[in-house]
Every structure is written in C-alpha cells, then in structure tokens.
C-alpha cells in the first residue's frame, strides 16, 4: 500500500472513529434522552406547545425540529404544535440591533410562552448566552425545558450543561462541531419518535389524552 493510500485510509478510520465513539456515548445517555421525551410526551398531553431556538446551524435545527412535530412524516402520526423563535428574522435582527442579543429568544419565550409549554434550546458549543437566558426565562414562567448542547469546551457563554433552568440535557459527546451537529440531528429525529411512543400510550401519561 503507498504512503498516500495509507494516509487517506488513517484519515478515513480517523473520521469514522469520531462518529462512532459519538454515537456510543449517545446510546449510553438513552435513559436521559427518553426522560426527555417522556416528561415533553406528558406536556402535549396536557396540551403544550413546543418553541424551538438556536443560533447559526442550530437555528436550522430549530426550524427543522418544529416542522418534524408539526407536519409528521410518517403517515397517520398525531401533529403537535411546534414554534421556532428564529424564524422571524425581523423581530430576531431588531432585539439584536436594540443591543439585546442575549434577550432574543427570552424576550420571545417571555412573550409567547404559556407555563405549560415546552422550551428546548440548541448550542452546539454549549455556551450561547442567547439560548441560556431564553431557557432561564422558560423556566421562571414554568415550562419544561430541554436542552441539546455540544461538549461545553468551546466559547465564553455559560455552561448551559450546569443550569439550573434546564430540566433535560442531552450532550453530544465530541468536540469535532460536525460531529455535534449529526448527533443532535439523530438526537431531535429520536425526541419526535419517542414522544410519539408516549403519546400512543396514554396509561404512561395520565386520564384524557388529547387527540
């Protein structure tokens, strides 16, 4: 084998390895990742409203996550109403032209949210100022919040991990972003799943469920 051939390969292993020691450490938090979707499962039942937010790419996944529960892709699943507070791109720039940048999504929660709602914030680096206010306010006003974070090496926010706002942290163990970002995809991919779960047992939630 040449020198090229086994570098490319050293490099090929190298970023497969990243990608599965990721992967392991997610399916070691599943009793974490299915508290969450059981404690987000009871709050639709009891009626809830889901508002997603994140900066950069996690705005993306905010955006993305709120459609998967609103508009179901799997035929004959229930819609669950979804909000993603970066989608207003006017109200979003004018918070941070007002230089209140770290008020954008806590101002929105503030506003829209009602205390049984769901809040779940999205920092790849762990550390975004926005997001951690936006889940401290979800959670003086009551709502479950939810947290998908990155490793909390990177940046000079606060650690959203040690919070006391956030009810349900679900880390993606890598330092690599690229990787963060594919787990957090499986991740909200499994919340949607799950919560569905819950929901089509209603013995696990509580008398009434909504349909």
């Known amino acids: 084998m040449s020198t090229t051939a086994s570098l490319d390969r050293a490099a090929v ?3 497969f390895e990243r990608r599965v020691a990721a992967g392991t450490a997610l399916a070691d938090d ?3 990742v299915a508290a969450a979707c059981h404690a987000m499962a009871v709050r639709f039942h009891r009626g809830a409203r889901l508002l997603v937010f994140g900066n950069g790419a996690a705005a993306t996944d905010a955006a993305h996550l709120a459609v998967e529960f609103i508009h179901p892709v799997i035929v004959g699943k229930r819609a669950l109403p979804a909000l993603s507070l970066t989608n207003d791109a006017a109200l979003f720039s004018g918070l941070a032209a007002a230089g209140a940048y770290t008020d954008t999504f806590a101002a929105q929660v503030r506003l829209l949210a009602r205390p ?3 809040a779940l914030g ?3 680096s762990g550390r975004c100022a926005n997001v951690a206010a936006g889940l401290v306010a979800a959670d003086e006003l009551g709502l479950l919040t939810v ?3 990155g490793d ?3 940046g000079d926010g606060p650690d959203i991990a040690a919070s006391q706002a956030v009810a349900h942290v679900i880390q993606a163990h890598s330092s690599d972003p690229r990787v963060v ?3 957090h995809v499986t991740v909200y991919h499994v919340l949607w799943e799950l919560v569905h779960v819950f929901l089509e047992q209603p013995g696990l939630l509580g008398p009434e469920v909504i349909r």
């Open 152 to 154: 909390g090496t990177v």
């Open 13 to 15: 292993d190298a970023a």
């Open 181 to 183: 970002k594919e787990v």
């Open 116 to 118: 049984e709602d769901i």
């Open 147 to 149: 947290a998908l974070l």
């Open 122 to 124: 999205i920092s790849a």
């Open 30 to 32: 599943a009793d974490a």
